[in-house]
Each structure stands twice: as C-alpha cells, then as structure tokens.
C-alpha cells in the first residue's frame, strides 16, 4: 500500500499547563519540542500502520529545518522529497494546553509550506501515479491544491484531504468534487457548509451538503461527541472509544490517518470511521502528536475490540 502526503511538515514547541492557567503570567508548565504539521502527522502514522509512504512538504533553511529532518529520520521516513526554501522559516507551531490535555490556544507560521506553488504541484505526477492514494491538506495554497487535485485525479488515483483549521478550510471548496474522502472537525465542517453544526440534525445536513459538493466520503470529528463517517449509502455516529486522554494534539491527524488506511483496504465509512477513532485513540494516550504505540496490530487489536463491543468501544 502507498500514498502520497503532501502539505504541512513543521517543528510542534507544545506547553500543557501543570495547574489552571494565570492570564498574562508565566504558568509552570511541561513543554516538549517535537516534529508536527498535519501532513507530517498524518504521514507518520501512516507509516506506523505499514504504508509506504512519500511525504512531500517544504522546509526553511534555518536550524530547524535540520531538526525536523533529524525527528523524521529518527522515525525511518523517508526525506527525499522534502523541498528547501531558501531564506524562509521552517514552519512552527506553537500550542498552549490545559491541565486537561484540551487545547487554549495555538500560533503557527507556514510560510515555507505556503511556497509550494502550483509548478511544484505539476511535478510531481510521476509520483502521485505511482500511489494508491494521494493526501493532501489545507496548509497549501488553493491554486497549488487545484493542481494537485487535477494531477491524482488524471492519474486515476483516490483522493484524501484534511480541513487542517477554520482558517484554512475554506481553500478545499474549490476541490471538494474531486475528493474521494474529506476529514475536517466540526468548525471546520461549517465553513466549508456556511452553516454551524451544533447538533446532530445539523451534522447529517452538513455531511449531505458535502456529498451533495461531490465529495464520496464524509468523516467529522465532534469533540467529546466522537465523530460522524458518511457516505452515498452509509451515515453512522459513533461515540468516543473509551482510554486515556494525555493530550489532544494530533488526535484528528491519527483519525485521519486511520480512516485513509481502512479506506486503501476498501472499507466503506462505517468501518474507515471506526479505524480512525482507533487510531485517534491511541494518539490521545500519549503526550506526543503522533504515538510510537500506533502499530498495525495495535489498531487492529483495538478495533476488533470495538467491532464487539468490549473495552475498545464506549
């Protein structure tokens, strides 16, 4: 199985809070430095389950670019088709959490990502015809996700693309008939719709909003409300599965990650749905944006589990 990843590659700087935050006041905090960036996360997790995977992302020429590049190879990804932007950072992203584990607030600052251009995009058919899936997320530019969408399609690839943020969403309107597979969170979602999904009535018109755009499957993660898979046939909500939750930071990445991989295995949206709660599951257990626990028989332990209704599953 491949895929090819394409978009955001960043250094994460995360502090989560020891007690409740003091405003304007330096707070005691655990902070780790780690790689991060959807695509990134999105990559790495998948290569966790057995994917070969090609990530493509664009780096600064600043001392952290060979710290990303170092957190990758650590992890035994490939790097051959990182691109160097000369004289820009290497993306950043900055997060402040909870005692909880829940985010406040979060800063990031793309800007090599963001010179991934539309040329660069047309170059890499030969790659994208040589996956079984191509991903993409919102950290691009719009005119480079067009090119990128019309390349996988011509080569007759599946399509998967993350909303990334409320900011970024809105970038993937223009592809969202090419997508075999959407993940966004609900605020996400309701950009992308023009309207809010509050409650489940209306998710389910969110989900047919999306469907009705083109897209063939529909996957929206709800929070503490777990997540909502839909497709032409299938609309299914299913709960939280039950575990610990150290930190939420790169939980939708996992999610992602694991609704592409049943989805390369043919699965229809129940069970993409279930695989990537799975995945997200074991993501939250652990306070890194992409869990070292993440394997294939782990997952595949977990959603058996589930699919039974043991302790996999609320």
Partial sequence: MKAAVIGGANVDIVGRSIQSLIMADSNPAYVRLSAGGVA??????????????????????????GILRGFLEDAGMDTGHLLTREGLNTGLYVAVMKP?????????????VMAISPADAAKLEPLLAAQDMTVFDANLRADTILVLARTARKAGKLIAADAVSTAKAERLRPVLGQLDLLKANRAEAAVLTGFPLDNEKAVREGCAFLLGAGVKEVHITLGRDG??????????????????KINVNGGGDAFAAGVIYSRCRGGGAEENGLFGAV???????????????????AAEARAAQARAGGTGKV
């Fill in 40 to 65: 990134r996360n999105i990559a790495e997790n998948l290569f966790r389950l057995g994917v070969e995977v090609s990530l493509v992302s664009a780096l600064g020429d600043d001392r952290f670019a």
């Fill in 100 to 112: 909880s584990g829940e985010l406040l607030v979060s800063l990031n600052d793309m800007e090599a």
């Fill in 227 to 244: 997540a909502c898979s839909a497709s032409a046939s299938d609309l299914v909500f299913r709960p939280p599965l039950q575990g610990l």
């Fill in 279 to 297: 995945c997200s599951a074991i993501a939250l257990e652990t306070p890194e944006a992409v869990s070292r626990s993440l394997t294939r028989d």
